[in-house]
């Protein structure tokens, strides 16, 4: 059993900026790939951003390219997004991810574990 617990969410206007983090105590959080995922009010949850087991081959929903950055940190097991230049329909709960393999990407079927989710509210 992974536990994921999500940090950083909040309130932030139009064009700031918030870093989500994502720690997963344990031995193993080295073997998972990592994603991101929302999911806004009356929708269902998409995927944002994710990132294999070694931090290589990082890929982003075409909503939040070039704005969204996802890393990890394997010596603190901890997976990181930072989210620039939000806009308000960035706003939502925001779900980190892990699955037992290599990459896991879009698919939330390639996803093993889930946290309870941190909310983003950007105001304009």
């Known amino acids: 059993q992974v536990q994921l617990v999500e940090s950083g969410g909040g309130l932030v206007q139009a064009g700031g900026s918030l870093r989500l983090s994502c720690v997963a105590p344990?031995?193993?959080?080295?073997?998972?790939?990592m994603g991101w995922f929302r999911q806004a009010p009356g929708k269902e949850r998409e995927f944002a951003a994710a990132?294999?087991?070694?931090?290589?081959?990082?890929l982003y929903a075409d909503s939040v390219k070039g704005r969204f950055t996802i890393s990890r940190d394997n010596a603190k097991n901890t997976v990181y997004l930072q989210m620039n230049t939000l806009k308000p329909e960035d706003t939502a709960v925001y779900y980190c991810?892990?699955?037992?393999?290599?990459?896991?990407?879009?698919?939330?079927?390639?996803?093993?574990?889930w946290g309870q989710g941190t909310q983003v509210t950007v105001s304009s």
């Open positions: 344990g031995r193993t959080f080295s073997r998972y790939a």
């Open positions: 990132i294999s087991w070694d931090g290589a081959s990082p």
């Open positions: 991810a892990a699955g037992a393999r290599y990459f896991s990407g879009p698919s939330q079927l390639q996803y093993d574990y």
